[in-house]
């Protein structure tokens, strides 16, 4: 992070969903969360990673707002003020900083958006991939109804796909967060005051020059915009939710291999259409999701090194499972897999992936690379499985061990292995790492 940065918030909506709390008596970013504003949430979190500059956007009641914070200085931060008496859409107003920011860029957060977040791996994202735009992505427990954001592998935004179309192909579960960040270049270029949407017009020319990136990560980040999320969101905080998830905090986790555990073995899968869920394997991504514990795919995939299908195929896959989970309120927070094998003498095999890796399980390449990117908590985490080759892996790692007796049950015979727990399924294995087994 060497960049300055100004953090911009989004404060002037009328919030008319939330009237039942506000009683049109004060601006929705000023509700009360654990004794405090919505919007000094929002402030402190950024203020711990050395931002100091603030504009807020204020509109209907904004009085209350400049009325509690002033100019910042109680909070020991500097507040400027945009006042936005006609609506102009989510972006119509970021032209006022064009001589407000100076040379810095702009962390663009929606008022109602609660979130406990490692800012300077958001900058530093920002920075290292030279973004125009970057957007904060996530997964949620409902991606059918929510806009999606299409990234390549270098994530690269491709495209915006808004909830409202029709979706007739696998998608991966990336959904916009509400918390931006934008190159001073972008609010310099910004004309007259008129109204603006960000996605569909602001963004439209950093996807043209294909300078607009999606930083995904599995911190905290909820909208509190509607009476019921408000109230799940408090509880949250008050649960220690936020802070438990801030990529500053380890991170618990379950390891978890695909074939034979989350959908049913079927040999090699080379195709989205042979896959199909286990019982129950949602219903347990679903019950990680809610205890807070990272749910990571980490799989061996050598039908890219047999030239059965290709990485992006393999992704294909993986979107279909995306898909089958979300359509039940389930998600994962990563995927990872090894496209390699050591052993040649196949006749379609590619070469390119027949090689010795540091990825390919029991090998903990794999297991490394997210524990580092996730931030996790090896001595409180799991591997499940359905192979000795798992429970090997999860070993070598220094992991808690689950197998469960879908599958191949344990019976592939390549190691002579013990894992902690045994389990009938995944959901049997998750309800007991959850219940009966809890890592101290």
Not at 12 to 27: F, Q, V
Not at 42 to 52: A, D, H, P, S
Not at 324 to 351: R, S, W
Request: charged share 25%; glycine share 10%; net charge negative.
């Amino acid at each position: 992070m060497t960049r300055e940065y100004t953090a911009v918030i989004q404060a002037g909506g009328k919030g008319t969903r939330m009237r039942e709390l506000t009683g049109d008596r004060i601006p929705k970013p000023m509700l009360e969360l654990g004794g405090k504003p919505m919007i000094q949430w929002q402030v402190e979190n950024l203020k711990k990673y050395g931002i100091r500059e603030f504009v807020f956007i204020i509109g209907h009641l904004g009085e209350k707002v400049k009325d509690y914070f002033g100019d910042g200085t109680a909070f020991g931060v500097h507040i400027s003020y945009v006042e936005e008496n006609e609506p102009l859409g989510s972006g119509g107003a970021l032209c006022y900083l064009k001589d407000m920011v100076g040379a810095s860029d702009v962390l663009l957060v929606f008022g109602d958006v609660m979130f406990d977040i490692d800012a300077p791996r958001l900058l530093g994202f920002h920075e290292e991939k030279q973004a125009g735009v970057t957007l904060l992505v996530h997964p949620n427990a409902h991606p059918q109804d929510s806009d999606l954001v299409v990234m390549d592998e270098n994530s690269k935004v491709l495209r915006f796909d808004f909830a409202k179309n029709q979706r007739d192909y696998y998608y991966d579960n990336c959904v916009n967060a509400g918390i931006y960040v934008l190159a001073n270049e972008v609010i310099k270029s910004l004309g007259e005051p008129a109204p603006l949407d960000l996605e569909k017009e602001l963004f439209r020319s950093a996807l043209e020059d294909g300078k607009i990136y999606g930083y995904r990560t599995t911190e905290y980040v909820k909208d509190a915009g509607t009476p019921k999320r408000f109230r799940a969101v408090e509880r949250e905080l008050l649960q220690g939710v936020w802070q438990s998830r801030n990529l500053e905090s380890p991170q618990k986790c379950v390891f978890l291999d695909r074939d034979g555990t989350l959908n049913i073995y079927k040999g090699l899968i080379s195709s989205p259409e042979e896959l199909e869920l286990e019982a129950g394997v949602a219903e347990a991504i679903a019950l990680l999701n809610a205890a807070g514990y990272l749910a990571i795919i980490v799989t061996n995939q050598p039908v890219v090194a047999r030239g059965l299908c290709s990485m992006e195929e393999v992704r294909e896959i993986h979107k279909k499972l995306s898909v089958l989970l979300g359509e039940q309120g389930a998600y994962l927070d990563d995927m990872i897999f090894c496209p390699h094998h050591p052993d040649k003498g196949y006749p379609e095999e590619n070469p390119a992936y027949k090689i010795p890796c540091h990825c390919r399980k029991p090998d903990t390449g794999m297991v490394e690379e997210m524990a580092e990117k996730h931030h996790v908590d090896i001595k409180s985490s799991w591997f499940v499985g359905d192979t000795t080759v798992d429970i090997k892996t999860g070993q070598n790692a220094g992991l808690h061990t689950a197998l469960v007796k879908t599958g191949e049950a344990g019976k592939d015979g390549k190691y002579e292995v013990q894992a902690e727990l045994e389990a009938e399924n995944l959901l049997d294995a998750v309800k007991k790492i959850l219940a009966e087994r809890k890592p101290q």
